[in-house]
């Protein structure tokens, strides 16, 4: 298994996993999102984890990424994205 991609959201989940769906359709989608869900979509598990005080979602987010830098993440932490660049 890999993780493909990380994200945090304020929203409740299902509306928030809708709109990837509903991206994934549009000719406008990111390219990651599409690829992903286009090409991967009878493969895909979602997982969601709640995030407890004092520990900010952004913070776990920002972490996690760094950890696995997901493919579909156009948005990498400097720290990774400067070592994936001199690649």
Sequence with gaps: SVVMYIGK?????????????????????RPEL??????YRKHLVFSCATI??????IDVEK???????PPANSMLP?????VIRAF
């Design 78 to 82: 400097a720290s990774v994205s400067r």
């Design 63 to 69: 972490a996690l990424t760094e950890a696995f830098t």
């Design 9 to 29: 959201t304020d929203r409740p989940l299902r509306e928030r996993f809708a709109e990837y769906l509903r991206e994934a359709m549009s000719p406008s989608a």
């Design 34 to 39: 599409y690829r992903l869900l286009r090409l």
């Design 52 to 57: 407890d005080a004092p520990n900010r979602p």
